[in-house]
């Protein structure tokens, strides 16, 4: 399981290069690490961007993306909550950084929720589903030990991580394809984009932090991964189309 | 491409530089003709054939999925027509389980021909509704019967055009058994679709040795700009050699706010498994029947050919939208059956 | 697909674009409209094969196009800097149907003469309506639900000062009322065309516009709710707006405010019972959480 790990290592620090595409456009740099805002004299307003009518098919991409995002971002925030008690009865030293972890799941829920009431997508219709699913896997996993936790939080962020790269990658080409035509890209996509970055970094770093915590050392745990990612697989699946 | 198809036409079709011509069917009004040989299809146009060795007419197209010239191509379809005219009705009836009739007659009922509002003043409006490759009659028929009937509008003449003497001369004969006043409104006209400015009314077929298809050097007349209402095409344009030259010609002849509507067999292919039970049925079963049924076993297989090789819905919604027709929001297409055949309509503009 | 801007790129930038994610699971989603354009290809020749000797498998068949995805007229994705997807009627269209919707409804319905009539007012001919379709009276509907729904944004600003002051649920009621008052001109002929479209081939085209005209009402309202009570929020909206058309076109007091009555009761009725599922689910989620907590405090570990 280290190598899925490494190379998701490997495309989260390749991707936030600064690529040349993006940047040759605006003055705003769409790489992870933020930069200190620097004081700079008012500009003159920028002339109207020629941005190319989204397609239907394009449109049904990014709804299904915010969709299945919100989805996950929920079921993440719920394990999280399931998974709180159990754990701190055993193990209170790790208060910390569930709360820390917990955290930035709940802000990407709103990130999601507010992305999706902005541009009037449908949300995920088997909402009451995914949440009594993700409360059943957080506690279950939880009353199993810490480690059974820490793997379940292992095989769903790395499943995650990949959705959010293949996600950053359709997007990145989309806009390309833009450029390339002779569009401009607007700051929609690009925001949106390095949102989907930045939470994609989060998401791998909570990775980091499970198998810190030994989340290798669960019993069994290709059982465990497995069941939990093909299940993720699934609701990714589903999610996309309800 | 094309230079590589060609040795390999003659390599397939050996006898294709050396055989003269001899269409099969040279009696269309008898309707119980059996044929009794075989009839090759690798045959070459005969000095009766009128190429000259220009370069349009030796273009390549496609015969079902061989490559042949344009002008080898009209002598090739029209030696297909010939011999399946008397039984152009059962053929259709095979190919899609006499489903035909009721495609025909939606696609004449949703065109309301010869309709005019009843609360309006002036009399109802005459209309000139132009049939072409309709020589035996099918969908003409259907036309009148709708005007002069339904719509108890006797204004409405049909114009039947057809490059085949023997599918025109099966139609006229059929003719005969409806009622004279639809008789009187119905004409029959050879013509290339591609170049309607050279007709001629049918000249009934006297001896063997005739040409069945048209000749343009013996035209008298010729259809002239923005004088159709309605141009109607079911089934034969897949057959058409240079399909946009035919769209150009119904763009030239039909009057502004004029309508045009083909029906033709179509891509069935948003149903992934109906789609390949269809597929199976016409690449297997079809050529069998007919071989069992009409003894031509070739011209059922150029026929399922010819339907897989036509354009795909949106490709042919396209084509009519490059001669310059106006086509409705919702595709610009009607799938009938799943897709097996669709109507495409589309209207001229008003400059 | 190379572009002159990824010149720029870095070679390693280039090709983690195309790295896949993981060993295990290849990031090839079909999400339900494919990015990439279907290639459509031109009719190519294919070499011949004997003509005489036809075996019983089927021969090699040229290569045909992929199907495309089906044409979809939900709105999805809407953004809000790119242009607005293109209107489902073409321009020939539009003049045609606008032109029948203005001058002939109100007199002849909607039905096969008025289209006519407005064809000849065009200077085009008779059959000319015949090219919107199988069922040109269906689209003429579609088209007036179209035109009433799109035109719903500007009917909002313009009542905007009224809008102002009022409650969502008020907002609601409001805007909803505007839309039936859209109906006004024709509603003499409106139950004759909601017929056509309860005909099984029309069903899919007014449910869709039902649920885009409820979703239209809900974003002019301001409702930013995310959860599963979009939904229900919609569907009841709907259904509410269906029975309001419906009971309109039989209202014949001044100003129809039968129907404004009407509209208004059903939507209260709406809020209670949302609010008494709301408060036994509140109910619900107490209790249990109650209980669970009292069997941790017993010393049960979950």
Redesign the interface.
Known sequence: MASPRRLLRTARQLTSIKTPLLTSQFPRHVSTTPSPPSPSPPSPPLPPKNLKPLTESQREMLSSFLRVNQAGELAATLIYTAQTPPILAREPHLRPLMKHMYDQEADHLRVFNSLIAKHRVRPTALYPLWSVLATGLGWSTAVMGKEAAMACTEAVETEIGGHYNAQIRELLKMVSEWEAEGYDVGEEFTELISTLRRIRDEELEHLDHAVEHDAQKAEPHWLLTGVIRAGCRGAIWVSERV | ??A??RP??KR??PSLRSSTFLPRQQQPQCHHHVPTSRR???TTPSHRNDTQPTTPSDE?T?FG???VTTSQKRALVASVFTSVADSYDKMNDLMSFGWHRIWKD?FVS????G??????TSPT?P?HILDIAGGTGDIAFRLLHHAHTVNSNPNVKVTISDINRAMLSVGKSRSAALPASQQAALSFVEANAEDLRKTRPLTPILSQTEQTFFDPATATSGLEDDSV??YTVAFGIRNFSDIPAALAEAYRVL???????CLEFS?A??HPLFNSVY??WS??AI?LIGQLVAGD??SY?YLV?SI??F??Q??FRDLIKGAGF??????GW?DLTGGVAA?H???K??E | MASPAAVNCSGAARRILLLPTTTTQPATRSFPGRLSAVTSRPITTLPSTPRTKSKSTPKTQPPTTPPPQPLQTRRTYHSTTHPPPPSPFTQAETTLLTSALTSHIPTHGFTLPSLTLAARDLSLLDISPSFLGPSPVARLIHFHLYTTRTTLPSLASQHSDLLSGLSVSGKIELLTWLRLKQNEPIIQHWQQALAVMAQPSQVPVAVRELAMLADEIYYLAGDKSVDPSWYTKRAALSGIYAAAELFMTTDKSEGFQETRRFLRRRLQEAEELGGAVRSVGEWVGFTASAGVNVLRSKGVRI
């Open positions: 491409m094309a590589a198809a390999a036409l397939a079709l090759s299809l690798s390549e496609h999925f061989s490559t939606h949703t065109l309301n021909p309709f005019s509002p009843l609360s309006s409006s209309q209402d309605l009057k502004p706010g004029g309508v045009f509507a891509k292919d948003k597929k199976e690449f297997r050529p076993r070739d297989q050919e897989e090789r354009p795909r949106e490709e106006r086509v409705s929001g919702d595709g009607e109507i309509r589309g209207m503009p008003r």
